[in-house]
T-cell receptor, first 109, second 114 residues
Framework: KQEVTQIPAALSVPEGENLVLNCSFTDSAIYNLQWFRQDHGKGLTSLLL?????REQTSGRLNASLDKSSGRSTLYIAASQPGDSATYLCAVNTDKLIFGTGTRLQVFP | DAGVIQSPRHEVTEMGQEVTLRCKPI?????LFWYRQTMMRGLELLIYFNNNVPIDDSGMPEDRFSAKMPNASFSTLKIQPSEPRDSAVYFCASQNRASNQPQHFGDGTRLSIL
C-alpha cells in the first residue's frame, strides 16, 4: 500500500530564507508526483507536476526534484516571502492521487 | 475559466438528515474526483469518474455515501443518513486526464453534522 510522508509537519521562518520541504513515498511505481499549496479555508492549487521520467521541475522561486528509486521528492522555495505562508502537500499519482499530510509553512516579516 | 465550482460552501445540519454536495467541473475536463479532508486522516479520495462513469469507489466509507455524475458538467455526493463523524471538508476536483494535466480543485464544502 502506497504511503506518503511529509517532513517537517510545520515550519516557521523569517522571510528571505531558502526552504526545503521533504516528501517520501513507499512505492516507486508512480506516474507522476505533484506539489500543491493549500491556503486556509481554500482548495488546493497545483504548483508543480513532475513526470516519473523527469528529475525536476521549476516555476519561479519553486524547484521540485524527484528521485523515484529512493522514493523521495523535495520542494525548494527560494527567498521565502510572507505570501508563501500556506500548507504544502505532495501527492503521488498511481492512477489516483495519494496525498501526504502536508507541511504547514509560516513565513514572518 | 470559472474553475471548479462547489456548493454549498458551508453546511450545518443535524445527524440523520440527508446531505447533498454539488460540483460543477471545468468545462472540457473528463475526470472528476471527490475527496474528504479531516485533521485526523488528511486528504482522502472517495470516488472518481472518467467520462461520467464511476471508476473507483473504494474510498467511499460506507453505504450511506453515494455519488452520481448524470452529465459532464455536474456531480453530486450524497450522505444519507448523516452522522457527526462525517463532519469534514469535502473537495471536488476535475482534470483533463488525457493530457495528464494536474487536477484542479474547488474551494470545498465545509460540512458539520451536529
Amino acid at each position: 500500500k502506497q504511503e506518503v510522508t511529509q517532513i517537517p509537519a510545520a515550519l516557521s521562518v523569517p522571510e528571505g530564507e531558502n526552504l526545503v520541504l521533504n516528501c517520501s513515498f513507499t512505492d516507486s511505481a508512480i506516474y507522476n508526483l505533484q506539489w500543491f499549496r493549500q491556503d486556509h479555508g481554500k482548495g488546493l492549487t497545483s504548483l508543480l507536476l513532475i513526470q516519473s521520467s523527469q528529475r525536476e521541475q521549476t516555476s519561479g522561486r519553486l524547484n521540485a526534484s524527484l528521485d523515484k528509486s529512493s522514493g523521495r521528492s523535495t520542494l525548494y522555495i527560494a527567498a521565502s516571502q510572507p505570501g508563501d505562508s500556506a500548507t504544502y502537500l505532495c501527492a503521488v499519482n498511481t492512477d489516483k492521487l495519494i496525498f501526504g499530510t502536508g507541511t504547514r509553512l509560516q513565513v514572518f516579516p | 475559466d470559472a474553475g471548479v465550482i462547489q456548493s454549498p460552501r458551508h453546511e450545518v445540519t443535524e445527524m440523520g438528515q440527508e446531505v447533498t454536495l454539488r460540483c460543477k467541473p471545468i468545462s472540457g475536463h473528463n475526470s472528476l474526483f471527490w475527496y474528504r479532508q479531516t485533521m485526523m486522516r488528511g486528504l482522502e479520495l472517495l470516488i472518481y469518474f472518467n467520462n461520467n462513469v464511476p471508476i473507483d469507489d473504494s474510498g467511499m466509507p460506507e453505504d450511506r455515501f453515494s455519488a452520481k455524475m448524470p452529465n459532464a458538467s455536474f456531480s453530486t455526493l450524497k450522505i444519507q443518513p448523516s452522522e457527526p463523524r462525517d463532519s469534514a471538508v469535502y473537495f471536488c476536483a476535475s482534470q483533463n486526464r488525457a493530457s495528464n494535466q494536474p487536477q484542479h480543485f474547488g474551494d470545498g464544502t465545509r460540512l458539520s453534522i451536529l
